[in-house]
C-alpha cells in the first residue's frame, strides 16, 4: 500500500500533522511519501492512496498561491481516486474543510476516511489522533 501525502503549511502545523499521519500509517506496513506541494510531481499521483493537507487560509479557504492551484490542476484526475483531506485551522469553525471535502466529493473522489481537522498544532491527544488517522487510512 502507497500512500503519498502533500501538503502546504506557513507556520508548520500541517506539516507536524503531515508527519504524524505518515507514522501511523507506516506503523500499519504502508510506505509513505510526504512532500512539501511545491516539490509535487504528476509521478506523486501514483499511489493507493492520495492525502492531502492545507490549513484555513484567506476566509476560510485553500492557501491561493501554492495549494489552490495545485488541488484545481488535479480536479479533473480525482474522479475514483482514494482520497484523504486534513489540515489544520485558527478561529474559525472547520468550514474550509467542509468546502473542500465537497468538493472533492463532487468530482468523483473516494474519500477514505471523515477529513481531518485539528486547531493550531497537534498536541498530545490530538498528535495521537493523527497518528490513528493515518493508521486507519490504511485499514
Ligand atoms: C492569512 C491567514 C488566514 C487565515 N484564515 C483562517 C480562517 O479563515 N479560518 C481559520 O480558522 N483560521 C485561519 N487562519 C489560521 C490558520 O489556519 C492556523 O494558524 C493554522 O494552524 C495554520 O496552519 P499551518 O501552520 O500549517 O500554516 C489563517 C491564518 C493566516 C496566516
Redesign the pocket.
Known sequence: MKVNIV?????????A?ANLIRQGAESKGAEVQVKPVDQAQDADLNCDILALGC???????LEETEFEPYFASLEKQLAGRRLALF??????????MEDWTKRARDLGAELVATSLVV???PEGDEAQRCREYGAALVG
Open positions: 501538503y502546504w503549511s506557513g507556520t508548520g502545523n500541517t506539516e500533522m490549513p484555513s487560509m484567506g476566509e476560510e479557504e489540515g489544520s485551522y485558527g478561529w474559525g469553525d472547520g468550514e474550509w486547531n493550531e498544532g
